[in-house]
């Protein structure tokens, strides 16, 4: 990042090798006036007085300003543009990992959904500008490390996809990107891991790209849809009329990945008994088809992917794999969630123009709302960027007008966790806030006290506090 956003936003004592340590961050998630800059952050330092967020102003204010950060690329620390951003919108203090906040604008405040003046933020929860910016607080370190190994040629500009079909600026993902090209590099077999729905495959090709093996083929078949009785033949391939007349001589994957990368979804699908027959293919290559009595050698390379865990597949065939590539599942990297949402979008306004090009701009950039884009950043994912996939197609098929909304089809679909620590200081909780999570729970006060993570003590001594009758908000 810029030396003015790594200094400026830091106290002295983050200076130097605190660099590296993880700091609470901003990033923006959604934007109705700058939505090119979803993705950039600011690193809130430790010094005492508080920061300024709100419309870029030189009035000599500690101003957060927020910018592009990637390994080896600082980006250009700019303020915020919003007209319907005070100048002094926010002011903003570190607590530790946490972030202290109090409005002073005129633009409404929420976090995680519920109205407030002041809250206290940890990573994870959103917080909305109303109307006009949404951000998400994480934790970041002032510098990303170094690239080593993954190529300057395959990244593309930030927040886009790049060569090898990745999309994200999370750290995890720069992580993710290094391992790829360090396992491209040699010539070992390797084992993706993962949960269902986070890009495995995409790894596995990324492998592929990589490698010296790149203009030889790249075969690719999910070992779960192989029927058992037929599973050597799909592999190993056999001689015509074996094992039954008339049956067509076919190659197998093992041949026709001669020379290139055989990539096996998942692998751990296959029975113990057949992950042995792979083994003499692993050590050295050699296979027979069905039916020959000669050995054949393939030089391939495999790249098996599996969600289990590795102490499921049978010991020694796992020992074939000396490298292995964790893929990041979603709630490592919520701040990627706008960027994969625009990503999906053009996707499928190129597959679907007439059902999805309506909801982009004239510059690619999604119509979506920010109440959206809010509860995907705090759903609980279970089948990840395949889901994240889902749930836009349904708010798409929901929207009446151009713009992505949270439609009830939606809101049916997501899973919202509690916050693990209360997210509102209770003395500053207004009357509003407090009927506001009374009306979305329906009255109930233990469902309330949970949207606002608060004891139900506490929610109780609120509704005396300001007179309320949960039954007839």
């Not at 597959?351 to 510059?363: G, I, M, Q, T, V």
Request: aromatic share 4%; with cysteine; proline share 7%.
């Amino acid at each position: 990042m810029a030396d003015e956003t790594t200094t400026e936003n830091l106290t002295a004592s983050d200076e130097g090798p605190g660099l590296a340590r993880p700091m609470p961050a901003l990033v923006i998630a959604w934007s109705s006036e700058e939505p090119e800059r979803v993705g950039e952050l600011t690193l809130v330092g430790g010094r005492s007085e508080p920061w300024v967020l709100g419309r870029h102003a030189d009035d000599g204010a500690r101003r957060l300003r927020f910018a592009p950060q990637r390994p080896d690329t600082p980006g250009q620390p700019r303020g915020l543009t919003g007209a319907g951003l005070s100048r002094r919108q926010l002011l903003i203090e570190r607590h530790g990992a946490k972030l202290d906040i109090k409005r002073v604008g005129r633009c409404k405040t929420s976090v995680n959904g519920v109205t407030v003046d002041e809250a206290r933020l940890a990573p994870g929860d959103t917080l909305l500008l109303r109307g006009q910016l949404l951000l998400l607080c994480v934790e970041r370190a002032a510098v990303l490390p170094a690239l080593k190994t993954f190529p300057a040629e395959a990244r593309r500009a930030f927040g886009e996809v790049d060569a090898l079909g990745l999309i994200g600026e999370s750290p995890v993902m720069w992580t993710l990107r290094e391992r790829i090209a360090f396992c491209a590099r040699s010539d070992r077999h390797v084992l993706v891991l993962g949960p269902s729905g986070s890009g495995k495959e995409l790894v596995g090709r990324g492998v592929h790209l990589l490698s010296s093996r790149v203009d030889a083929p790249f075969v690719a078949r999910n070992a779960a849809t192989m029927p058992e009785g037929l599973i050597d033949a799909e592999l190993f391939g056999n001689r015509r009329d074996y094992p039954n007349p008339g049956m067509p001589e076919r190659e197998g994957l093992i041949g026709e990945a001669h020379g290139g990368t055989l990539f096996l979804d998942e692998i751990g699908e296959l029975p113990p008994k057949l992950q042995a027959h792979l083994l003499r293919v692993l050590d050295g290559g050699e296979y027979q088809r069905l039916g020959d009595d000669v050995a054949r050698t393939s030089n391939l390379r495999l790249v098996a992917a599996t969600n289990r865990n590795l102490d499921e597949l049978k010991f020694d065939f796992a020992a074939r794999f000396s490298l292995s590539v964790p893929t990041p599942p979603l709630d490592v990297r919520r701040e990627d969630i706008p960027l994969l949402l625009r990503h999906l979008l053009r996707q499928a306004a190129r597959n679907a123009p007439d059902l999805a090009a309506c909801f982009l701009d004239a510059h690619g950039q999604p119509r979506v709302s920010a109440r959206l884009v809010a509860a995907l950043l705090r759903h609980d994912y279970r089948l990840h960027v395949r889901e994240l996939d889902r749930l836009l197609w349904l708010s798409m098929a929901g929207s009446s007008a151009d713009r992505l909304e949270l439609t009830a089809e939606v809101e049916s679909n997501l899973a919202m966790p509690t916050p693990p620590t209360p997210i509102v200081d209770t003395t500053t909780l207004d009357e509003e806030a407090t009927r506001e999570a009374l009306r979305a729970t329906d009255g109930n006060q233990a469902a309330a006290a949970k949207r606002l993570g608060l004891s139900r003590y506490a929610m109780y001594r609120l509704v005396k506090k300001h007179g309320i009758d949960p039954n007839r908000v």
